[in-house]
């Protein structure tokens, strides 16, 4: 069993940055792939970004792909997502999620863990 927990989100102008954080307890974290998705209201969750166990591979979703950031320290068990140049089209709830798939790791996987989410709100 792995628990996910999201910080870092709030308000936010637009052309800010924002670093949201996941931090893991459970079972080890480097056993996973992990990711963040979003979901904006009326929306169904997409896909953000993913990175394999050992940040060799990283995948981004087009709309953030320049602008946002993926990361991991697996020594604090924690996934990062550092977001610049945020667009009013980027607030929605954001949330992190493990997959058992360790290096092939994007949208089409199976994530078996979810965290809570946490909200991003960008101003225009």
């Known amino acids: 069993q792995v628990q996910l927990g999201e910080s870092g989100g709030g308000l936010v102008q637009a052309g800010g940055s924002l670093r949201l954080s996941c931090a893991a307890s459970g079972r080890s974290f480097s056993r996973y792939g992990m990711a963040w998705f979003r979901q904006a209201p009326g929306l169904e969750r997409t896909f953000v970004a993913a990175?394999?166990?050992?940040?060799?591979?990283?995948n981004y979703a087009d709309s953030v792909k320049g602008r946002f950031t993926i990361s991991r320290d697996n020594a604090k068990n924690t996934v990062y997502l550092q977001m610049n140049s945020l667009k009013p089209e980027d607030t929605a709830v954001y949330y992190c999620?493990?997959?058992?798939?360790?290096?092939?790791?994007?949208?089409?996987?199976?994530?078996?863990?979810w965290g809570q989410g946490t909200q991003v709100t960008v101003s225009s």
């Open positions: 990175i394999s166990w050992n940040g060799g591979n990283r």
């Open positions: 999620a493990a997959s058992s798939s360790t290096w092939d790791i994007g949208p089409d996987k199976e994530y078996v863990y």
